[in-house]
């Protein structure tokens, strides 16, 4: 990434971040955001660990240990990007999720990766278990991001509806994965959700929370 792009990374994702001379009340800051230790080297993280751009992944800084999580990621920019779990062995120099055997990700080309395999095509007509036809809705600059992962099978949602594609062979201790590039902008969203998660789901917990 040149110096030009780094700036230009920079100044989209400060972008609606406000500076004023008054004191504003802060809010208090959650635990659980994307963590610095395990980001790729052309990564740039703000907005208190919630925004992510730049080029490569980064994933968040506790794992999915509760029986039913929840997150959502918000597609402030578009460009390049995955959403999804991965493990902390994961190349996280990678621009791209699912091309590694620790990452499973929902990615920008519409496709739902895992181990550079292609294991769905989101936003083509198919024909879901109960033998209907359906259209699922292709993730644009704008849209939310739901994910939902109880162990058992990990769940993708666009605006809150549920994409009939989940993946079932996930492993390992997985953390939320983000990875972007050519100008993509996400922001991660950990509580406050916009959609409600699915029954029984809820936002990530630290361990210690879970005693």
């Known amino acids: 990434m040149t110096s030009v792009s780094v700036f230009c990374c920079l100044k989209g994702c400060l972008n609606g971040i406000g500076f004023t001379s008054s004191v504003p009340h802060i809010p208090r800051e959650n635990p659980i955001q994307l963590d610095t230790a395990f980001m790729g080297y052309e990564v740039v993280i703000v907005k208190g660990g919630q925004r992510v751009c730049g080029a490569g992944a980064a994933l968040g800084n ?47 080309d519409h496709i739902i990766r895992h181990n550079k395999q292609d294991l769905y095509r989101i936003g083509t007509t198919a024909l879901i278990p109960n033998g209907n036809a359906v259209t699922h809705q292709v993730p644009q600059e704008g849209d939310i991001i739901g994910v939902s992962y109880d162990h058992i099978q990990l769940k993708f949602y666009v605006n809150g509806v549920e994409l009939e594609f989940p993946i079932t062979n996930v492993k390992g201790t997985v953390y939320p994965a983000l990875y972007v590039d050519d100008g993509a902008i996400l922001d991660i969203i950990f509580e406050n959700f916009n959609h409600s998660p699915p029954a029984g789901f809820e936002k990530i917990m630290l361990e210690q929370s879970l005693l």
């Open 62 to 108: 506790a794992p999915l240990v509760q029986s039913k999580s929840y997150f959502e990621v918000k597609i402030q920019q578009g460009g390049s990007w995955s959403i999804g779990l991965a493990t902390r062995q994961t190349d996280l120099s990678l621009t791209q999720g699912g091309m590694d055997e620790f990452s499973w990700a929902l990615c920008s």
